[in-house]
């Protein structure tokens, strides 16, 4: 059975930093590209960043490309989102996510097979 657990949101100041945790258990890494989403209250579900099964190819959103960063360590099963200079506009619970298309770099929600329940990352101003 797959799952997924998030780690490491909390408040932080505008300028600061975070750096998420996605525990997977129940499936490889190598065979999954894994995904981090976020969603703020009243908005949609919204990709952030993605990286692919094997090789590692990382795909970030735009809004977040010079600040946050997406890695994984295989041998721990473990995903990574690095955030920093983190801005008000970042506040959203942030989701693990992971797809059997391990070479798609997806940014779209309906392609994922699995889901963490989400951390918090609130950022005050």
């Known amino acids: 059975q797959v799952q997924l657990v998030e780690s490491g949101g909390g408040l932080v100041q505008a300028g600061g930093s975070l750096r998420l945790s996605c525990a997977a258990s129940?499936?490889?890494?190598?065979?999954?590209?894994m995904g981090w989403f976020r969603q703020a209250p009243g908005k949609e579900r919204e990709f952030v960043a993605v990286?692919?099964?094997?090789?590692?190819?990382?795909s970030v959103v735009d809004s977040v490309k010079d600040r946050f960063t997406i890695s994984k360590d295989n041998a721990k099963n473990t995903l990574y989102l690095q955030m920093t200079s983190l801005k008000p506009e970042d506040t959203a619970v942030y989701y693990c996510?992971?797809?059997?298309?391990?070479?798609?770099?997806?940014?779209?929600?309906?392609?994922?097979?699995?889901w963490g329940q989400g951390t918090q990352v609130t950022v005050s101003s």
């Open positions: 996510a992971a797809t059997i298309l391990a070479s798609r770099l997806s940014r779209h929600p309906h392609d994922y097979n699995y």
């Open positions: 990286i692919s099964g094997r090789i590692g190819t990382t």
């Open positions: 129940g499936l490889s890494f190598s065979d999954y590209a």
